[in-house]
C-alpha cells in the first residue's frame, strides 16, 4: 500500500452530492496538483458521513477533522493552512456538534456514541481492499477458516447476545443453527439489503462505506452454515452499493478471500449481488426470497420458516447488513468483548437515522439501552428553536412511537415492545410539538396503504380502512365509535395479518391512540387540533 | 411418520406430524371456517378466516397452514378467535358486492354462511370497494370480480392443476385482481375454459353462464353420472331443476377427482335443445312423417323381418354406438346374433380403435389399456405418440401434466406442436404415417446401447429374434430420411424412454387411424416389452379411447367376431354358452365390419341397416360413397337424439334418450366401468335405447324383458369372464375396473402382472410400409386429420351447445407460413382444398404448428367434412380407414367467395 500523508475524504453520500461534493472533489485535485502535493494527500470519495444537513462534509485525516459546508472557494485556503502549514482552518471546522462521525482520535463530544458497525465508515477508502485488510479486514475470516469449527462459530454468535437488526430481533447464533442442522447439500446465505424503510439509510452506508466488511461476515456465515453460495439482494436504487459490492466481490476474489478453496482451507463461497424488485414488502425475508425466484414478490407462509426452507425450497440464512456488519468483530474480539456494550439481554450498538425536529441529524451508532432523552437531549443537541419533544418513531414496519413518557426507558429490542412499541430497524424520526397527531398517523396509514402486497385479507382490506377512518377523524368528522373500530380493527390485524407488514402497520395508530388520546378526542368533540397545525 | 398429540378445544388427539391444525381439528369432530384453503391445492393462508388460539403463540394461527407440534394447545372458538375472524369476515365483506338476493352463488357461498353465522348484518366500513366491471366476454362464465374476495383457488387450480397459467394475480394491495396477464380478456390468455376454477371459487365471482337465472341453489338436484364425452370417464354432477339440467359440476369420480373439461361442465345444453328428436318419424317422399311408436316399430320389424326372410341374415347389419351405454350394446348384439341371426354387428371403434384391439390381443391377449390413468402421473417417462391429450382427453392431460410437475421426462413424437408437444423435454415432430420408422428407430438404438431389458425379454415375451433382426436396419440415420427427425433426437428420446424406471406410453388415433394401424400399435406394444415396461404400476401400452363407451362398445361384443367380453364367435365352446342362454342357435361366421358394410351396401348386397347414434356421414372417410351405400340400402333406421346428416337418408328416425335420460354404465379408456344415472325424462316421446331396442326384438319373434338396465347388467356378468364381477348390486361411485372375474374381486389397476392374457408377450417384426397415398404433384400436401379441445367427434353435440359454439363456430385448416406463403394465402381467408375424392371449402388458419409439408383440419363440421377428403384405404387387418394421411392440394378462391 502507497503511504500518503494525508487522506482527504470527501462524502459522496446522496445528500451531498446534491449539494456538489463532486465540484469539491475536483477543486482539491487541481488545487492539490498546484501546490504539488498529489503524491502525498490523497482524495478519497467515501460512504456518507452522517451530518447530511451540512454538506459538503469533508474529513482530513490523519488529525480526523470535519469541514462542513465546504464551498469551492474554501478549497485553497484548506490546502494552503491545513494540508501544506498543518493549521487547522478554526473558522471552517465543526463545532464538534456533529454526530455519526468519530474523528481518528478520541473525541470528548462522541463519548456516548461507540462504533463496531460504522468503525470503518468515512475512515478507509471502501474502494480499496488494502485498507480494509489494514484494519484487521478479512483477519475474522481467516480465524474462523484455520482456527475454528463452524459450530465454533456459531457458538461464539450465539454467546454474543447478537440479534437480528432487520426488526425482528431474532437470534443471530441460534438462526445460523437451524440451518446448519440441515443436512441438505445446498444451503444459501442471503443479506438482505432492502432497506425499504423510509427515512432509513444505514444499511446502504455501511455497504458503501465498508463493503467488506459484509463479503467477510457472509462468507463466515456461509462456512458457520454449510452455504456455498450467498446473494446480497440490494433495493435496485442503490446503485452505489450495488457497485461497491460487486468490486469488493471482485477484489476479494482475486486476492483469494473468496470463491474457491479460500484460505486453502477448502471451503467454497461463491457470492453475487441481486437487485431489488422494488415493493417496501420485498424486505420480508419470505418475499425477498420469493422475488429472488422470480415471483411476485409476496411473503409466504411460516412455517416453514427460511432456515430450514428458503431460496429455491433450500435451507437458507437471511440477514440484515446491520447485523452481519457486528459478526467480524464478534469473532475477532470475542463474544464477551461484545457483551461490554449495550444492555445484557440486548447486547451491542444500533445504528439510527436520525431525522426529524433535532438540531443534528444523521448517522448515529449508538449503545443498545440508551434512553431517547440522551439521543435527542445530548447527542441530537435538542429540538430546535425551543419548541418541546412531542413525539419519536422508530421505523415504518416493525418499530412503534415513543411519546414523552418514554424518553427514560432504554432502548432495546426486548423493553420497548414492554411499553406497546418497537425499536424497528433503523429510522428515527423526531418530532416536536407543532405536529398534529392524527395527520402524522394518517400519512402513516397511507404508506402501508401503498405498500400492502394484497396477498392476506386482514392488511388488504384493513390497511385501507384504517386509513378511511383516520382521514375521517383527522377531517373532523370522526366519532367515539371510530375510536372502538380502529382498535378493534388494529388488534384483528396485529393478530391475523399473514406478515409483519400487516402486523405492525396498525402499531402507530394503536400507540398514539394509547398515548394521544386527548387529540384525537379532541378532533372529534371539539373539531379542532390542540396542535393547531392541521386543516382543522 | 411420527404422531404428534396435541389438544384442540379440550380434546386431546393424535395425527401425523406434518398436518395442519385445521385437518387434525377434523379428526375430532371440529370444522374450522375457512375460505381460501384446499386441501393440498391452495394453502396460501390468505384469507385468515380459519384463524386459532395457539397458547403461548402471541398472534393468532392460520390453522390451515400451521403445522401442528406436540403438546399444542388450540382454541378454536374462543372469544379472541371469534372476534378477530368476525372482524376479518367483515373486512372481507366490507369489499364485496353483496347482492346475495340475487347472485348465483346464494345458498351455497361460504362467505354468506359465515356472515350468518357471525351475525354480520351491519358493517362498520360502508366505505370504498373496489368494484371492477363485469365481465362476460367470454361464452363459457362469467367473472363478476366485485364479489371475488382474492382467496387464490382460482389461480392455484389454473396452474397447479390445469397447467395453464392463464390467470395470476395483478395490482398490489387494494387495487389487487385475478386476471390474465396485462387484464387481457381470457380469450387471449391460454385458457382452455376448463372451469376447474369455476368449481372451486367459494364465492358467487365465477358463474357458469348457461345456468345464470335458471334456478337457486336449494331448488337443484345434483345427480352424479359419467360424462357423455369423451373416454376418460369424468364423473358429473348434473344439476337438475324441474326436470330439466341446468347445469353441472365435477364431481369426485376415480379418474378426475372433480375436476372436468370445458365440454363435460359447458357442453351439456344439447340436452334440452330444440332440435332433439321427440317423435318417431318415417319417411315419406323427399321428407318425413311423424309416427306413432307403434306404427314405426311395426315398421322396423316387418321391414328388416321381411329383409332376413328374403335375402338370408346376413342381409341386414347393426351398428351399435360408442356412445351407447354397455347395455344397449350388449342388447345390440344380442338382437344381431340371437333374434336376427347375423354377425353383422360393429360399431364407429372401427374407425379409431379397432387397430388397437387386433394388436394388443395379438401381442399381450387384451386389447385395452394396460394401466390406470391416475398412475400416468408417477411415471417417470411419458411417451406420448400420436395424442393430442390435452384437447381430445384434457382431464387425463391433467395427469400428464402433473407427472411433468414431479419430475418425469416427457417425450412426444407428433407432426404438431400440440400443447403438450410445447410443454415436452423432447419433440419429435415426425411426418404422419412415418410412426412404425420411428418406433423401429428408437427401438434399434435401445437394442444398439444395450439399454433393453433382458429379463424381462428372457422370462416374458417370444419372438425377439426375429424382431430384433427386423429392427437392426433402422438406424437413428435411416429413419431421420423417413421421419424428418433429426436423428440425435431419435437417439435421446430413445434413451429417455429406455433408462427411466417406469415408462408411460400413452397412444391414440394417431397412431390407430393408418393403413398400417395395427402395425403402428404393434410397434408400440413392442418398445414396451422390449424395455420392460409392462405389468406393473405407472407403465404400460396406453390406447386413449376417443368416446365414452367405446371401450364398453367392444367389450360388450358390438364387434364382429367376439361375443361379450372379447369371447370369439368361432369358437364352438364359446358359441354354445351363448346358445344355450339366449336359447337360439346362433352363427359362426365373422359378420361385417363398419367399413365393410358400406362397402357391401355400396355394391347391393348389404340390404338393410339398423344404426344407433351414429353419424357415418360425417364421421366415415369419403362420404360420398358413404352417402351412396346408404342410399342403395332398401331400409335404414336410425336411432339417435338428433336428426343427424346420417338419420336425414333413414326410412325410419327413432327418438332415443341421451345419457341423462337413462341409466346403465359406460366403460372408460381404463377398463373401469362406472355408472350412468337417469337424471331427468327424455323429450317428447323419446325413450331410453334399451327399451326401443327390446320391442324391436319382441316384435321380430325373440322376446327380450327386461325390467331395469341392472338387469341387463347381470346378465352381462353371468356371460362374461371379465364383467364377472360387476354386477348392479355391487357397482357405486368408484366403478370397477375389468377383469373383474367375481363379486369379491378388487378389479384390476393394471393388466399383466407376472403373465400376459396371452401368457408369453409376442414380439412382432414390423416393416415400415409407406401410407397409401403419399403427395404428388397434384396433390402435393399431406393432410392429417383430427379433434379440438371445444368439439366432440361430428359435433352433432358439441354443435348444439351455446357456448362451444360461440366460442368455436367453425372448421380451419391449418396451414405452415412456408406453405401458405408459397400460394399466396393469407391468414383467416377461404381456401379450397381438395382430394382425389372431393373438395371443400374452409378458412385458412396461418400456424407453424404442422411439420413440413403437412396440413391439419379437424373433422367435426359436416359443412367443412375433412372426411369429404380422407381416405378410406384400409388397415388389412383391423379394417381402420386412414384417416390421418391423405393427398390434398390447396387452391385460392375468387376474391369473393375468399372472404
Ligand atoms: C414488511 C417487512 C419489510 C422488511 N424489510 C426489511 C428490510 O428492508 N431489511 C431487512 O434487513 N429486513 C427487513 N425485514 C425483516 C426480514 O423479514 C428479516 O427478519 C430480516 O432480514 C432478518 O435478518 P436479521 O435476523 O439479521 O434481522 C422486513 C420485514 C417485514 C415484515
Ligand atoms: S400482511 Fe400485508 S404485506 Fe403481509 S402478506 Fe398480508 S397483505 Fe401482504
Ligand atoms: S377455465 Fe381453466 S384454464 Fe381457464 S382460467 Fe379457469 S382454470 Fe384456468
Ligand atoms: S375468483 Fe373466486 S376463486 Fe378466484 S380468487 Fe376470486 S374468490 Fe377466489
Ligand atoms: S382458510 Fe386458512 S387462511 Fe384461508
Known amino acids: ?536 | 411418520m411420527a404422531l404428534v398429540t396435541l389438544t384442540i378445544d379440550g380434546k386431546e388427539t393424535q395425527v401425523e406430524e406434518g398436518t395442519s391444525i385445521l385437518e387434525a381439528a377434523k379428526t375430532v369432530g371440529i370444522e374450522i371456517p375457512s375460505l381460501c384453503y384446499l386441501k393440498d391445492i391452495n394453502e396460501t393462508g390468505k384469507c385468515r378466516v380459519c384463524v386459532v388460539e395457539v397458547e403461548k403463540s402471541n398472534t393468532l394461527m392460520a390453522s390451515c397452514v400451521t403445522p401442528v407440534a406436540n403438546g399444542m394447545v388450540v382454541g378454536t372458538n374462543t372469544e379472541r378467535v371469534r372476534s378477530a375472524r368476525r372482524t376479518v369476515l367483515e373486512l372481507i365483506l366490507s369489499n364485496h358486492r353483496t347482492d346475495c338476493l340475487t347472485c348465483e352463488k346464494n345458498g351455497d357461498c361460504k362467505l354468506q354462511d359465515y356472515a350468518y353465522e357471525y351475525g354480520l348484518e351491519e358493517l362498520r366500513f360502508p366505505s370504498d370497494r373496489v368494484l371492477p366491471e363485469l365481465d362476460d366476454t367470454n361464452p363459457f362464465f362469467i367473472r363478476d370480480l366485485s364479489k371475488c374476495i382474492l382467496c387464490g383457488r382460482c389461480i392455484s387450480v389454473c396452474s397447479d392443476i390445469q397447467g395453464q397459467d392463464a390467470i395470476a394475480l395483478i395490482g398490489r394491495g387494494f387495487d389487487t385482481k385475478v386476471a390474465p396477464a396485462w387484464d387481457k380478456p381470457l380469450e387471449e390468455s391460454p385458457c382452455v375454459f376448463c372451469g376447474n376454477c369455476v368449481q372451486v371459487c367459494p364465492v358467487g365471482a365465477l358463474t357458469p353462464k348457461y345456468s345464470v337465472g335458471k334456478g337457486r341453489f336449494w331448488e337443484i338436484e345434483k345427480v352424479e353420472t359419467t360424462c357423455p364425452y369423451c373416454g376418460t370417464g369424468c364423473l358429473l354432477d348434473l344439476h337438475v331443476k324441474n326436470g330439466k339440467v341446468v347445469g353441472a359440476s365435477g364431481a369426485d369420480g376415480p379418474v378426475n377427482e372433480g375436476w372436468t373439461c370445458v365440454k363435460g361442465r359447458f357442453g351439456l345444453d344439447f340436452i334440452h335443445h330444440p332440435d332433439r328428436l321427440t317423435v318417431p318419424l318415417i319417411r315419406e317422399g323427399d321428407g318425413f312423417k311423424e309416427a306413432s311408436w307403434d306404427e314405426a316399430l311395426e315398421l322396423v320389424a316387418s321391414k328388416l323381418g321381411g329383409l332376413v326372410s328374403e335375402h338370408g341374415s346376413d342381409s341386414v347389419a347393426f351398428f351399435s354406438s360408442a356412445k351407447c351405454t354397455n347395455e344397449v350394446s350388449y342388447l345390440m348384439q344380442k338382437l344381431a346374433r340371437a333374434a336376427v341371426g347375423t354377425n353383422n354387428v360393429d360399431h364407429c371403434a372401427r374407425l379409431c380403435h379397432s387397430s388397437t384391439v387386433a394388436g394388443l390381443a395379438t401381442s399381450f391377449g387384451s386389447g385395452a389399456m394396460t394401466n390406470s390413468i391416475h398412475e400416468i402421473a408417477d411415471a417417470k417417462a411419458v411417451f406420448i405418440i400420436g395424442s393430442n391429450t390435452t384437447e381430445n382427453h384434457p382431464v387425463i392431460g391433467i395427469q400428464v401434466k402433473e407427472a411433468v410437475r414431479r419430475g418425469a421426462k416427457l417425450i412426444v413424437a407428433d407432426p404438431r406442436d400440440i400443447e403438450l408437444a410445447q410443454k415436452a423435454h423432447i419433440h419429435m415432430k415426425h411426418l404422419p404415417g412415418t410412426d412404425v420408422a420411428l418406433l423401429n428407430g428408437m427401438m434399434n438404438v435401445i437394442i444398439e446401447k444395450d439399454l433393453h431389458d433382458k429379463e424381462f425379454i428372457e422370462t416374458r415375451t417370444e419372438n425377439f429374434e426375429a424382431f430384433k433382426e427386423c429392427v437392426s436396419k433402422y438406424t437413428p440415420e435411416y429413419v431421420s430420411e423417413i421421419t424428418g427427425v433429426p436423428a440425435e433426437l431419435i437417439v435421446e428420446a430413445a434413451v429417455a424412454y429406455a433408462t427411466a424406471d417406469t415408462a408411460s406410453l400413452i397412444y391414440s388415433m394417431g397412431i390407430t387411424q393408418h393403413s398400417t394401424g395395427t402395425d403402428n400399435v404393434l410397434s408400440t406394444a413392442n418398445i414396451a416389452m422390449l424395455t420392460g415396461n409392462l405389468g406393473k404400476e405407472s407403465v404400460g401400452v396406453n390406447p386413449l379411447r376417443g368416446q365414452n363407451n367405446v371401450q364398453g362398445a367392444c367389450d360388450m361384443g358390438a364387434l364382429p367376431v367376439f361375443f361379450p367380453g372379447y369371447q370369439s364367435v368361432t369358437n364352438p365352446d364359446i358359441r354354445s354358452k351363448f346358445e344355450k342362454a339366449w336359447g337360439r342357435e346362433l352363427p359362426s361366421e365373422p359378420g361385417l365390419t363398419v367399413t365393410e358394410a358400406i362397402n357391401v351396401a355400396y355394391e347391393g348386397d348389404l340390404k338393410g341397416l339398423y344404426i344407433i347414434g351414429e353419424n357415418p356421414m360425417v364421421s366415415d372417410p369419403d362420404i360420398n360413397h358413404v352417402e351412396a351405400a346408404l342410399k342403395n340400402l332398401d331400409f335404414l333406421v336410425v336411432q339417435d337424439i338428433f336428426l343427424t346428416e346420417t338419420a336425414e337418408l333413414a326410412d325410419v328416425v327413432l327418438p332415443s334418450a341421451c345419457f341423462a335420460e337413462q341409466s346403465g354404465t359406460f366403460t372408460s379408456t381404463e377398463r373401469r366401468v362406472q355408472l350412468v344415472r337417469k337424471a331427468i325424462e327424455p323429450p317428447g316421446e323419446a325413450r331410453s335405447d334399451w327399451e326401443i331396442i327390446c320391442d324391436i326384438s319382441t316384435r321380430l319373434g325373440y322376446p327380450m324383458n327386461y325390467s331395469s338396465s341392472g338387469e341387463i347388467l347381470d346378465e352381462i356378468a353371468s356371460l362374461t369372464p371379465i364383467y364377472g364381477g360387476i354386477t348392479s348390486r355391487r357397482l357405486d361411485s368408484k366403478g370397477l375396473q375389468w377383469p373383474c372375474p367375481t363379486e369379491d374381486h378388487p378389479g384390476t389397476p393394471y393388466l399383466h402382472k407376472g403373465k400376459f392374457s396371452r401368457g408369453l408377450g409376442l414380439f412382432s417384426a414390423i416393416d415400415y410400409i409407406p401410407a397409401a397415398e403419399l403427395p404428388d404433384e397434384e396433390y402435393p400436401l399431406i393432410l392429417t386429420t383430427g379433434r379440438i379441445l371445444y368439439h366432440f367427434h361430428t359435433g352433432s353435440m358439441t354443435r348444439r351447445t351455446e357456448g362451444l359454439h360461440a366460442h368455436r363456430p367453425e372448421a380451419f385448416i391449418e396451414i405452415r407460413p412456408d406453405t401458405a406463403e408459397d400460394l399466396g394465402i393469407v391468414d383467416g381467408e377461404m381456401v379450397q382444398v381438395s382430394s382425389r375424392r372431393g373438395k371443400v371449402e374452409v378458412r385458412a388458419k396461418v400456424t407453424s404448428w404442422p411439420a413440413p409439408g403437412v396440413v391439419f383440419m379437424p373433422f367435426h363440421f359436416a359443412e367443412a367434412a375433412a372426411n369429404i377428403l380422407t381416405n378410406p384405404a384400409l388397415d388389412p387387418k383391423a379394417k381402420i380407414p386412414e384417416f390421418k394421411v391423405c393427398a390434398v392440394r390447396i387452391d385460392r378462391l375468387p376474391l369473393e367467395a375468399a372472404l
Open chain 1, 1 to 536: 500500500m502507497q503511504f500518503y500523508r494525508s487522506h482527504v475524504l470527501i462524502c459522496a453520500g446522496t445528500p451531498c452530492i446534491l449539494k456538489g461534493c463532486g465540484a469539491v472533489r475536483d477543486a482539491f485535485i487541481t488545487e492539490l496538483k498546484n501546490q504539488g502535493l498529489e503524491e502525498e494527500v490523497r482524495v478519497v470519495e467515501t460512504g456518507c458521513l452522517g451530518p447530511c444537513d451540512l454538506g459538503p462534509v469533508i474529513v482530513i485525516y490523519p488529525e480526523g477533522t470535519l469541514y462542513e459546508k465546504v464551498k469551492i472557494s474554501d478549497v485553497p485556503k484548506i490546502v494552503d493552512e491545513h494540508l501544506l502549514k498543518g493549521r487547522i482552518v478554526r473558522d471552517l471546522i465543526s463545532e464538534g456538534s456533529i454526530p455519526g462521525i468519530i474523528p481518528y482520535k478520541e473525541p470528548v463530544y462522541f463519548g456516548i456514541q461507540e462504533r463496531i458497525v460504522l468503525r470503518n465508515c468515512g475512515i478507509i477508502d471502501p474502494s480499496s481492499i488494502e485498507e480494509y485488510i489494514a484494519r484487521d479486514g478479512y483477519q475474522a475470516l481467516a480465524k474462523c477458516l484455520t482456527e475454528m469449527k463452524p459450530s465454533e462459530v456459531i457458538e461464539i454468535v450465539k454467546q454474543s447476545g447478537l440479534v437480528g437488526r432487520g426488526g425482528a430481533a431474532f437470534p443471530t447464533g441460534l438462526k445460523w443453527s437451524f440451518t446448519a442442522n440441515t443436512k441438505d447439500d445446498q444451503k444459501y446465505m442471503i443479506c438482505n439489503a432492502d432497506e425499504g424503510e423510509p427515512g432509513t439509510f444505514k444499511d446502504r452506508l455501511i455497504l458503501e462505506g465498508d463493503p467488506h466488511s459484509i463479503i467477510e461476515a457472509m462468507t463466515i456465515a456461509g462456512y458457520a452454515v454449510g452455504a456455498t453460495r450467498g446473494f446480497v439482494y440490494i433495493r435496485g436504487e442503490y446503485g452505489l452499493s450495488i457497485d461497491r459490492i460487486n468490486q469488493g466481490i471482485q477484489q476479494a476474489e482475486s486476492m483469494g478471500l473468496l470463491g474457491d478453496n479460500i484460505f486453502g482451507s477448502g471451503f467454497s463461497f461463491k457470492l453475487e449481488v441481486k437487485k431489488g424488485a422494488g415493493a417496501y414488502v420485498c424486505g420480508e425475508e419470505t418475499a425477498l426470497i420469493e422475488s429472488m425466484e422470480g415471483n411476485r414478490g409476496e411473503p409466504r407462509v411460516k412455517p416453514p420458516y427460511p432456515g430450514t426452507h428458503g431460496f429455491l425450497g433450500k435451507p437458507t440464512v437471511v440477514n440484515n447488513v446491520e447485523t452481519l456488519a457486528n459478526v467480524p468483530q464478534i469473532i475477532l474480539n470475542g463474544a464477551d468483548w461484545y457483551r461490554g456494550y449495550g444492555t445484557p439481554k440486548c447486547p451491542g450498538t444500533k445504528v439510527f437515522t436520525m431525522t426529524g425536529d433535532i438540531n443534528n441529524k444523521g448517522l448515529i451508532e449508538v449503545p443498545m439501552g440508551i434512553t431517547l432523552r440522551e439521543i435527542i437531549y445530548e447527542i441530537g443537541g435538542g429540538i430546535p428553536e425551543g419548541r418541546e419533544f412531542k413525539m419519536a418513531q422508530t421505523g415504518g414496519t416493525s418499530g412503534g412511537c415513543l411519546s414523552g413518557e418514554m424518553l427514560d426507558v432504554p432502548m432495546d429490542y426486548f423493553t420497548l415492545p414492554e411499553k406497546g412499541s418497537a425499536l424497528g430497524s433503523g429510522a428515527l424520526l423526531i418530532m416536536d410539538d407543532s405536529h398534529c397527531i392524527v395527520d402524522i398517523a394518517e400519512s402513516f396509514m397511507r404508506f402501508f396503504v401503498r405498500e400492502s402486497c394484497g396477498k392476506c385479507a386482514p392488511c388488504r382490506v384493513g390497511t385501507v380502512r384504517l386509513h378511511e377512518i383516520v382521514k375521517k377523524v383527522a377531517c373532523g368528522d370522526g366519532t367515539y365509535e371510530d375510536l372502538e373500530i380502529l382498535e378493534d380493527l388494529g388488534r384483528t390485524m396485529r393478530e391475523t395479518s399473514l406478515c409483519g407488514l400487516g402486523q405492525s402497520a396498525p402499531v402507530p395508530i394503536m400507540t398514539m391512540l394509547r398515548y394521544f388520546k386527548d387529540e384525537f378526542m379532541a378532533h372529534i368533540e371539539e373539531k379542532r387540533c390542540p396542535s393547531e397545525t392541521c386543516k382543522l
